[in-house]
């Protein structure tokens, strides 16, 4: 491990204008590169602190063994340059996309003297013009099969052409009229180089002159009396529109643009792309990467934009380029894909209408291609099980951890603290497992001692259940105080499956073969946090006599596991299938809790005084609000101003007075600029 301040240049040697910079390691090769508008700036970020900087990044920079720049004259010349270093060193600190199939494009080959219609996959050669991406070769096939009605370009291959020439007969497309025949001298090259254009132009968006003429020669040939050609032209019109209707019109305005979407967590990303042409979604795309350097929503655009037009030109960069968030630079940007395209390329984010309903479907496909790719690679046995060797490895376990527990502590300014426990055997997430837990021991913001509260809670139950089973032949006697100071541990614990309703714990029978809550325990305990949190789990286990459990803890952000009593954190390989289970399981917790947190916290917003009132449902709480105005002047009346209200009785009024007047006066709001007493009146508020 280099030290940075042995290759650090000095100040006055790094220069203040825009540039591209390389790293390097000991052995020469390349590991990162990046762009700055200022070299010095940006290149003193990397020479601070070790302790200051993001891990990523401290890897990085601890990896390398010297620094190189070059200077530009602008940012979009640096911004060229890095995409050309990227793309020749392949730096394994750079984030790089890769896709997540090989997609096929339609082709037509304008570099041939007969242009030919096939589909191509791989890299994108010069003099072809491609369309797509497709989902599906199919797709395309089947597109191209209805286009050949009015479009009869050569689909055949070189050999097949060649042979046709040779013998003087077309193939079968030619003699049923989805082929003009070229090599059989039926069109000259002109003609069929025509149509190759023709065929590109429909496929670019611009249908309605086509139909139209379609429409037009087809009224003239009916007045005429040619009625075969009438027929025959009809339907070539329906062909046209069957092919277009395989595209969904999503823009209504004929927008060429391309829309960027971006899904991520702390450790990887995915990229979806839509390519609208013509108003319609004519292909669609999408990436999945490692996130190797520090870099946000911005940056990983930015990656993506240099990846999608670094090799394009032309109309294969659209006019208007959507995106979640802006590059750090967007103007460079801009001019940059401006050149490539070679005319003004608007590059924005979508604020309203079709294009950010649009941003938003593009969105849900990256939030679902994301998701996807972790559940393939979770739900593969032989990748679980090296996880679960891996993590064993680098905890000191006998065994693999086959059952999880991870448990996180969420909480809004200290109000409505809760906690969640989140089980996965075998690698693989055990949702009727789940528990949620509320903190009952004080009260405020306390995240270490609300996770000592709770994992002395779970473990007690699990000994209560131990000793109700008989495993125990008698009660072993804790070596120290009940797990929290103040909670309830008589009190059943919040516990529910996810996202639906908590309910009582109550005693499971004997016979009925189900998992008795709390009975099991796990292998490994994981908490949401560092030294603290780890420390605080460690003593609640402690307290009640177990030590066969591990526990470990996952910083947010650093991906650093804890232990108890280490100084230092075990770092897991980047690349580690153990480092991607705890943090997958670490994610899910957090997750949890927060729902949970989120719904207790709406509860609360919304609870009245009248909730107290037993039998009172909700028609009838709106009712007494409906009549009385606000609560206030409900508190005011008398128990026969309340009885006026239909369907309140008598017992029911007295029930609602005695609730309101034992609920404590609010106090009066004051106006902060003017010292006013905001007083409540029928109309709302004034002052």
Same mark, same amino acid.
């Given at each position: 491990?280099?030290? !940075?301040?042995?290759?650090?240049?000095?100040?006055?040697?790094?220069?203040?204008?825009?540039?591209?910079?390389?790293?390097?390691?000991?052995?020469?090769?390349?590991?990162?590169?990046?762009?700055?508008?200022?070299?010095?700036?940006?290149?003193?970020?990397?020479?601070?602190?070790?302790?200051?900087?993001?891990?990523?990044?401290?890897?990085?920079?601890?990896?390398?063994?010297?620094?190189?720049?070059?200077?530009?004259?602008?940012?979009?010349?640096?911004?060229?340059?890095?995409?050309?270093?990227?793309?020749?060193? @392949?730096?394994?600190?750079?984030?790089?996309?890769?896709?997540?199939?090989?997609?096929?494009?339609?082709?037509? $080959?304008?570099?041939?003297?007969?242009?030919?219609?096939?589909?191509?996959?791989?890299?994108?050669?010069?003099?072809?013009?491609?369309?797509? !991406?497709?989902?599906?070769?199919?797709?395309?096939?089947?597109?191209?099969?209805?286009?050949?009605?009015?479009? !009869?370009?050569?689909?055949?291959?070189?050999?097949?052409?060649?042979?046709?020439?040779?013998?003087?007969?077309?193939?079968?497309?030619?003699?049923?009229?989805?082929?003009?025949?070229?090599?059989?001298?039926?069109?000259?090259? *002109?003609? %069929?180089?025509?149509?190759?254009?023709?065929?590109?132009?429909?496929?670019?968006?611009?249908?309605?002159?086509?139909?139209?003429?379609?429409?037009?020669?087809?009224?003239?040939?009916?007045?005429?009396?040619?009625?075969?050609?009438?027929?025959?032209?009809?339907?070539?019109?329906?062909?046209?529109?069957?092919?277009?209707?395989?595209?969904?019109?999503?823009?209504?305005?004929?927008? @060429?643009?391309?829309?960027?979407?971006?899904?991520?967590?702390?450790?990887?990303?995915?990229?979806?792309?839509? %390519?609208?042409?013509?108003?319609?979604?004519?292909?669609?795309?999408?990436?999945?990467?490692?996130?190797?350097?520090?870099?946000? $929503?911005?940056?990983?655009?930015?990656?993506?934009?240099?990846?999608?037009?670094? *090799?394009? $030109?032309?109309?294969?960069?659209?006019?208007?380029?959507?995106?979640?968030?802006?590059?750090?630079?967007?103007?460079?940007?801009?001019?940059?894909?401006?050149?490539?395209?070679?005319?003004?390329?608007?590059?924005?984010?979508?604020?309203?209408? @079709?294009?950010?309903?649009?941003?938003?479907?593009?969105?849900?496909?990256?939030?679902?291609?994301?998701?996807? %790719?972790?559940?393939?690679?979770?739900?593969?046995?032989?990748?679980?099980?090296?996880?679960?060797?891996?993590?064993?490895?680098?905890?000191?376990?006998?065994?693999?951890?086959?059952?999880?527990?991870?448990? @996180?502590?969420?909480?809004?300014?200290?109000?409505?603290?809760?906690?969640?426990?989140?089980?996965?055997?075998?690698?693989?997430?055990?949702?009727?497992?789940?528990?949620?837990?509320?903190?009952?021991?004080?009260?405020?913001?306390?995240?270490?001692?609300?996770?000592?509260?709770?994992?002395?809670?779970?473990?007690?139950?699990?000994?209560?259940?131990?000793?109700? $089973?008989?495993?125990?032949?008698?009660?072993?006697? !804790?070596?120290? =105080?009940?797990?929290?100071?103040?909670?309830?541990?008589?009190? =059943?614990?919040?516990?529910?499956?996810?996202?639906?309703?908590? *309910?009582?714990?109550?005693?499971?029978?004997?016979?009925?073969?189900?998992?008795?809550?709390?009975?099991?325990?796990?292998?490994?305990?994981?908490?949401?946090?560092?030294?603290?949190?780890?420390?605080?789990?460690?003593?609640?286990?402690?307290?009640?006599?177990?030590?066969?459990?591990?526990?470990?803890?996952?910083?947010?952000?650093?991906?650093?596991?804890?232990?108890?009593?280490?100084?230092?954190?075990?770092?897991?390989?980047?690349?580690?299938?153990?480092?991607?289970?705890?943090?997958?399981?670490?994610?899910?917790?957090?997750?949890?809790?927060?729902?949970?947190?989120?719904?207790?916290?709406?509860?609360?917003?919304?609870?009245?005084?009248?909730?107290?009132?037993?039998?009172?449902?909700?028609?009838?709480?709106?009712?007494?609000?409906? %009549?009385?105005?606000?609560?206030?002047?409900?508190?005011?009346?008398?128990?026969?101003?309340?009885?006026?209200?239909?369907?309140?009785?008598?017992?029911?009024? *007295?029930?609602?007075?005695?609730?309101?007047?034992?609920?404590?006066?609010?106090?009066?709001?004051?106006?902060?600029?003017?010292?006013?007493?905001?007083?409540?009146?029928?109309?709302?508020?004034?002052?």
């Amino acid at each position: 491990m280099a030290d !940075p301040s042995s290759y650090r240049p000095k100040p006055g040697q790094i220069p203040d204008s825009p540039g591209v910079y390389k790293f390097r390691d000991e052995h020469r090769r390349v590991i990162y590169v990046g762009k700055a508008k200022n070299l010095r700036q940006r290149l003193a970020n990397y020479f601070q602190d070790l302790a200051a900087l993001h891990p990523r990044t401290r890897t990085m920079v601890t990896t390398a063994a010297s620094v190189e720049w070059t200077v530009v004259s602008t940012e979009v010349e640096a911004l060229q340059l890095e995409y050309s270093w990227i793309k020749e060193f @392949d730096p394994r600190f750079n984030v790089k996309y890769r896709d997540d199939k090989s997609y096929p494009y339609l082709a037509v $080959t304008l570099d041939e003297e007969f242009p030919r219609v096939q589909v191509m996959r791989g890299a994108k050669k010069k003099g072809v013009r491609y369309f797509g !991406p497709y989902g599906h070769a199919w797709a395309i096939r089947e597109t191209v099969d209805l286009m050949l009605r009015v479009f !009869p370009v050569r689909t055949c291959s070189a050999g097949v052409f060649r042979n046709a020439a040779r013998t003087g007969r077309p193939c079968l497309l030619g003699y049923i009229g989805k082929c003009s025949a070229p090599c059989v001298g039926r069109v000259t090259p *002109e003609e %069929h180089r025509e149509l190759a254009d023709d065929f590109c132009d429909f496929m670019a968006g611009r249908t309605g002159t086509y139909i139209r003429r379609l429409e037009k020669d087809m009224m003239a040939a009916a007045e005429e009396m040619e009625y075969e050609r009438a027929a025959r032209l009809r339907d070539d019109v329906e062909a046209l529109k069957r092919a277009m209707e395989k595209s969904a019109v999503v823009l209504a305005d004929a927008t @060429d643009a391309d829309l960027i979407a971006v899904a991520e967590d702390e450790l990887e990303a995915a990229v979806q792309i839509f %390519h609208v042409r013509g108003g319609r979604v004519r292909g669609q795309r999408g990436w999945v990467t490692d996130k190797v350097e520090n870099v946000d $929503t911005s940056g990983l655009v930015e990656h993506a934009l240099q990846q999608l037009y670094g *090799e394009e $030109t032309g109309d294969s960069v659209p006019k208007e380029v959507l995106v979640p968030a802006l590059p750090e630079d967007p103007d460079a940007v801009s001019q940059w894909l401006a050149g490539r395209r070679g005319s003004q390329v608007s590059l924005r984010i979508p604020q309203r209408g @079709d294009k950010k309903d649009l941003m938003a479907t593009v969105q849900r496909n990256a939030q679902q291609a994301l998701g996807l %790719h972790k559940t393939k690679r979770a739900s593969d046995l032989t990748t679980r099980s090296r996880a679960l060797e891996e993590i064993a490895e680098a905890l000191g376990l006998d065994t693999a951890p086959l059952r999880i527990e991870c448990f @996180d502590i969420s909480h809004l300014q200290g109000d409505d603290v809760v906690a969640s426990m989140v089980v996965f055997e075998d690698g693989l997430a055990r949702k009727s497992e789940y528990r949620r837990f509320q903190i009952k021991g004080f009260e405020g913001q306390d995240d270490v001692r609300s996770m000592h509260e709770v994992i002395g809670r779970r473990f007690k139950r699990y000994l209560q259940e131990k000793e109700r $089973t008989g495993e125990w032949e008698e009660t072993p006697a !804790p070596s120290g =105080p009940v797990p929290a100071p103040g909670a309830d541990t008589t009190a =059943p614990d919040t516990a529910a499956a996810p996202d639906t309703a908590s *309910e009582p714990d109550v005693e499971p029978r004997e016979d009925d073969g189900r998992p008795k809550r709390f009975a099991y325990p796990p292998q490994l305990v994981v908490v949401d946090g560092g030294q603290p949190q780890v420390a605080a789990a460690k003593r609640a286990l402690d307290e009640l006599g177990i030590d066969d459990i591990a526990v470990c803890g996952l910083a947010k952000r650093l991906e650093e596991v804890w232990l108890p009593e280490d100084d230092d954190p075990v770092v897991l390989p980047r690349s580690s299938e153990g480092l991607y289970l705890l943090q997958r399981v670490r994610d899910e917790a957090h997750r949890f809790a927060i729902t949970y947190q989120r719904a207790k916290r709406a509860k609360r917003i919304r609870s009245s005084p009248l909730d107290a009132v037993a039998g009172l449902g909700e028609t009838r709480k709106q009712a007494l609000i409906k %009549h009385f105005g606000s609560v206030k002047k409900l508190k005011q009346a008398t128990i026969d101003e309340i009885c006026e209200v239909p369907g309140i009785g008598r017992r029911t009024a *007295e029930s609602v007075a005695v609730a309101l007047a034992s609920t404590a006066p609010a106090a009066p709001a004051v106006n902060t600029a003017t010292g006013e007493i905001i007083e409540e009146n029928d109309g709302g508020s004034t002052t």
